[in-house]
């Protein structure tokens, strides 16, 4: 009997069968950011006001090697297209050494986060927060692109499944912890923002260890090599700063700016800081499991482009952008017609503190639901175009909107003009909008299909 491969290549069929394993896998690490916000909402305002925007900062710092790290999973996906299993264990080792290596890097930024911190115009005891999640999750920082280099190993095969089972292990343990460390169990004290970082750090390991004894399983020792292929290979790893540093580097750059947005923002003023948080944390409802989607995107389009199929590769894209824009309109209807709802989750209705965040966030979620649409669209072409080895084009893209358009609009507005957060919130939405489109072109005009990353 035919395969739904055979039938239907390139299909939504098939992406679904890749995507929804993916889709589950980020949507547990949204349900646990969800989850860790809402106690600390719980434990007091000035946690939820601090967690964002240090959380974002650490997570810039290490986005580049998150970038370059998770970049395995292409040449993992093209080399499995073209049956080259020696060559897709030692791409994988490649990129474990990588992360690995990041470590010395990403923790010496702890002296330049602490100063972004303490000039960022915040409330002085949000501030003193900021320092102590910060300080947490930045020395181990290195635990992330190794759990997307490892995690490459099976996304990059389509088998992911494994990837699913793995992250929602990890994130089980991060929300466990959470709730026992923010708010004390036993006879250990309530460690409250410090005992979200800590989760999150043992989540994390967590889901490391699981892989390295997934790998390095017998079967897959005697059928990929994977432990007699770690050693250091020049020109996969040569190859893999190619396409993957301006992967990376693009990240980076486009995390950056959205860290420097939460920073400008948190100057207005602590309610709208927090305001902004709720909206955000929301907007993780569909940025997380969307990128799952993207990430099977990437991963269909290199094994075709793998095997010469550069028709199917396009396909895929389409089948992808489908799927996307049906997830991003039936969120973006709930977030526009019950926003009251939406936010009432993160706080008492009654408590007059929590009422003036509400009226500042509640306008903020039916600009969000437009939001939410073109951001979807930029991740599937966004991702369609590096999963073909575009990166250098996807990182000056990422670079000329968010730093030429968004961030000095958003400073401009903040500082000098002054506005409300629904023309701030406005503006992101036109700065996502001119960068989809860019994709967009970039990917109808096919040059996208033409690099060669296996050689």
Not at 102 to 129: C, D, Q, R
Request: charged content about 10%; proline content about 4%; overall charge positive.
């Amino acid at each position: 009997m035919a395969t739904a491969r055979t039938v239907n290549p390139g299909g939504t069929g098939e992406l679904w069968r890749l995507t929804y394993p993916l889709v589950l896998s980020t949507g547990s690490a949204t349900i646990m950011q969800f989850v860790n916000r809402m106690f600390l909402s719980w434990y007091g305002p000035d946690t939820l006001a601090a967690c964002v925007p240090a959380g974002m900062l650490s997570f810039t710092f290490s986005t580049f090697f998150v970038g370059m790290a998770a970049y395995t999973t292409v040449f993992v996906a093209q080399y499995y297209g073209a049956r080259r299993l020696a060559h897709l264990s030692s791409a994988l080792w490649q990129g474990v050494w990588l992360a690995l290596a990041s470590g010395v890097i990403i923790a010496a930024m702890l002296p330049v986060g602490i100063y972004f911190i303490n000039t960022s115009g915040h409330a002085a005891a949000v501030k003193e927060l900021e320092r102590e999640y910060f300080s947490i999750l930045i020395l181990f920082g290195w635990v992330m692109p190794l759990t997307n280099a490892l995690s490459a190993f099976y996304t990059g095969q389509g088998r992911s499944k494994v990837t699913m089972r793995v992250n929602i292990a990890g994130n089980a343990v991060n929300i466990l912890l959470s709730w026992l460390l923010i708010f004390g169990f036993w006879k250990v004290p309530a460690m409250g923002i410090k005992g979200a970082a800590w989760a999150l750090v043992f989540g994390n390991l967590t889901m490391a260890a699981l892989y390295f004894s997934l790998i390095l399983s017998p079967k897959n020792r005697r059928k990929y090599r994977t432990a007699k292929l770690y050693g250091f290979c020049p020109d996969i790893f040569k190859r893999l700063l190619k396409y993957g540093a301006p992967s990376g580097f693009g990240f980076f750059l486009d995390i950056a700016s959205f860290t420097v947005f939460v920073f400008i923002v948190g100057a207005t003023g602590t309610v709208t800081l927090a305001a902004n948080n709720i909206v955000l944390a929301l907007n993780m409802l569909v940025f997380m499991p969307l990128l799952g989607v993207g990430m099977a995107t990437s991963t269909l389009v290199g094994q075709y482009l793998g095997r010469k199929d550069k028709d199917t590769a396009t396909k895929v894209v389409y089948s992808a952008a489908k799927m996307a824009l049906a997830y991003a309109v039936a969120l973006g209807a709930l977030f526009f017609f019950l926003p009251q709802f939406c936010v009432n989750i993160f706080g008492s209705p009654g408590d007059p503190r929590f009422q003036a965040v509400s009226q500042v966030a509640v306008p903020l979620m039916r600009i969000l639901a437009f939001f939410i649409f073109f951001d979807a669209m930029c991740i599937v072409f966004g991702d369609a175009i590096r999963g073909g080895g575009d990166t250098r084009f996807h990182m000056s893209a990422s670079i000329l909107c968010a730093w030429v358009l968004f961030v000095p609009g958003t400073w401009l507005l903040v500082y000098k003009l002054h506005s409300d957060m629904q023309l701030i919130w406005l503006w992101q939405t036109f700065y996502v909008f001119v960068l989809v489109s860019i994709f967009y072109f970039r990917f109808r005009s096919g040059k996208w299909r033409e690099h060669n990353l296996i050689s």
